[in-house]
């Protein structure tokens, strides 16, 4: 078995916490960019001892936010050596397909933690840079102070007591990690969906099977149903110049 050492790579980025393995030695970030790109089996990749390391790492450096990744990463990496590991009845196209999925999304979720990284790192610097600083506090002139408003207060003691009450009894609130990944549209019911819609309407734009639609992932599903369905001869496209509406005919 190759012994593999850290290279330096665009697609990865350093960290404190680096593993060393039967197989590798290097920077956590490096062993995950090796394999997103395939160039290292997750099946040659001891997770357990991976694991070992990064509880003795967090002992001597405790970060929340750390663990945090590290939890969301060590479960995609547990889901694709299931996948890799236990044995299928699927055609080998299927089961490359499954095995590029899972790895897309080990490798976006590696840019989405790079991004925070960086972001993390602009906002130290920021404070780093105006930490030295402090408003200015100057008191009003008098002859402006004649100029504000009387106040008049209106709160009862009653009221402000309300008030606290609702502040101290309302629920805490929720953290999730909803923003950490999109929410996964998959292509088979829009594809139900799509042609039983054609098959009512005969033809339309592809703006109007869209209509309907929440956000960007299921927009890219139904046009990834629609290339099913053209795959299959149930419909035909049509469009008179580039960037023109896009038709869609039913002929199933």
Avoid at 111 to 129: H, P, T
Avoid at 139 to 154: M, Y
Avoid at 171 to 195: C, F, K, M, N, Y
Wanted: glycine residues 2%; charged residues 25%.
């Amino acid at each position: 078995m190759t012994q593999l050492k850290q290279e330096k790579s665009p697609e990865t980025s350093q960290t404190d916490f680096s593993v060393s393995l039967t197989n590798f030695s290097g920077p956590f970030d490096l062993l995950l960019g090796l394999i997103s790109k395939r160039e290292l089996e997750i099946t040659e990749v001891s997770l357990a001892q991976v694991t070992d390391e990064f509880i003795a790492y967090m002992r001597v450096q405790p970060d929340l936010s750390k663990a945090t990744e590290f939890l969301v990463v060590a479960a995609t990496l547990l889901d694709l050596k299931a996948r890799s590991l236990l044995p299928t009845t699927e055609s080998d196209d299927e089961s490359d397909f499954e095995y590029l999925e899972a790895r897309d999304l080990l490798f976006s979720r590696l840019l989405q933690y790079r991004a925070f990284k960086e972001v993390a790192g602009v906002f130290a610097g920021l404070w780093k840079i105006h930490s030295q600083a402090y408003p200015r506090e100057v008191p009003l002139p008098p002859d402006l102070q004649k100029l504000l408003p009387e106040l008049v207060w209106t709160t009862t003691s009653s009221q402000l007591a309300q008030l606290a009450a609702q502040a101290l009894t309302r629920e805490p609130p929720r953290v999730t990690i909803s923003h950490l990944h999109d929410v996964l549209v998959p292509v088979g019911p829009q594809r139900e969906l799509l042609a039983q819609r054609l098959r009512e309407l005969k033809a339309c734009t592809f703006k109007e099977l869209c209509a309907d639609t929440e956000d960007i992932n299921m927009i890219v599903s139904r046009f990834l149903a629609l290339l099913e369905l053209f795959r299959e001869g149930q419909i035909s496209f049509a469009q008179e110049a580039p960037l023109a509406p896009l038709n869609v005919v039913w002929i199933g």
